[in-house]
């Protein structure tokens, strides 16, 4: 099944289990001992293969440096935001990064954003790690004998004005004039949620995943005694608008598990079938709109 509207709402058969985000390169500045993300103008993002599925994520590349210089970089590669009071967060797992088709190591770093600053030194400072932190966005309550935060970056319901991200780095060399290929892989990071109703998911997810009535009526048929089992793959796009102009040729592939399953998209393109588990977009000079958020929904099993 496929619907379009305005916004482009694309209702697809998928697998249904939960996926977190996942990001396009960007470069990245220091800022007071952390990271930003910062704009390359003589950079060009060529072309990016981007491939989605349950079991893995793989991204291609071409960079092209258009100055007469070259430029040396760092580079990131940052997960989406953490939500406040997860049950759990898994990492991706089997982060892997080629250059040239040669392997390239990274480092992980955390990076904590307030009003567009890394605050995570601050937290280091007042005596916080990360398992501290992760703590706090996991159960949504501070590790005892913790220095308190500094109420500021709370709002007035105590929920935090920050966004906590996991960033993949590591420094770029671009010659002159001259082209070099990027890809990741990795198994993407999976969280199940408890079957949910149709309703639910539309309260939930149906503005920002675009369902329709009938993308709903899909949810209905696949939901059983208790619900349809879901999950959510958000993956950041827009960063590709770091790099100079838009990106020359783009192509998306969104490969399914099972003919059977559906999922739920805000996209402005238009999605060709082209196998009874695969979906695909091609567009030449491409700038993002908006990152993608996917709705997967299947009969519980």
């Avoid at 991706?92 to 250059?99: G, Q, R, T």
């Avoid at 030449?284 to 996917?294: M, Q």
Wanted: proline share 5%; hydrophobic share 40%.
């Amino acid at each position: 099944m496929l619907v379009s509207r305005t916004l482009c709402l694309f209702a697809l058969y998928l697998l249904g289990h939960g996926l977190q985000a996942y990001a396009n390169d960007s470069s990245v500045g220091d800022d007071n001992g952390g990271l930003l993300l910062t704009e390359q103008a003589n950079i060009q993002m060529h072309s990016e293969t981007l491939s989605l599925s349950e079991t893995a994520v793989d991204v291609r590349y071409q960079f092209i440096n258009t100055s007469a210089h070259a430029i040396t970089t760092d580079m990131a590669f940052p997960m989406p935001a953490m939500y406040f009071g997860m049950s759990d967060h898994n990492a991706i797992a089997d982060f892997k990064l080629w250059v040239n088709d040669q392997p390239q190591t990274t480092q992980r770093r955390l990076v904590v954003l307030l009003a567009g600053h890394d605050i995570w030194p601050e937290w280091k400072r007042l005596g916080w790690s990360e398992n501290d932190m992760m703590s706090l966005m996991e159960n949504g309550e501070s590790p005892a004998g913790k220095t308190a935060l500094p109420p500021s970056w709370f709002d007035a319901q105590g929920m935090p004005r920050f966004t906590v991200h996991e960033y993949f780095t590591w420094q770029q060399h671009f010659p002159a004039k001259q082209a070099i290929q990027i890809r990741h892989h990795y198994i993407p990071s999976l969280s199940t949620g408890v079957p949910q109703s149709a309703t639910t998911l539309l309260e939930s997810y149906g503005q920002s995943s675009c369902i329709d009535a009938a993308a709903r009526k899909g949810i209905q048929q696949r939901e059983g005694e208790y619900g349809a089992d879901w999950a959510l793959l958000r993956y950041i796009l827009t960063t590709a608008n770091n790099w100079q102009g838009p990106i020359g040729e783009f192509h998306l592939i969104i490969k399914k598990r099972a003919p059977g399953d559906l999922l739920s998209l805000c996209f402005s393109g238009q999605l060709q079938k082209t196998a009874a588990d695969t979906f695909e977009y091609r567009a030449h000079d491409y700038t993002p709109p908006r990152d993608l958020e996917i709705l997967f929904v299947r009969r519980p099993e």
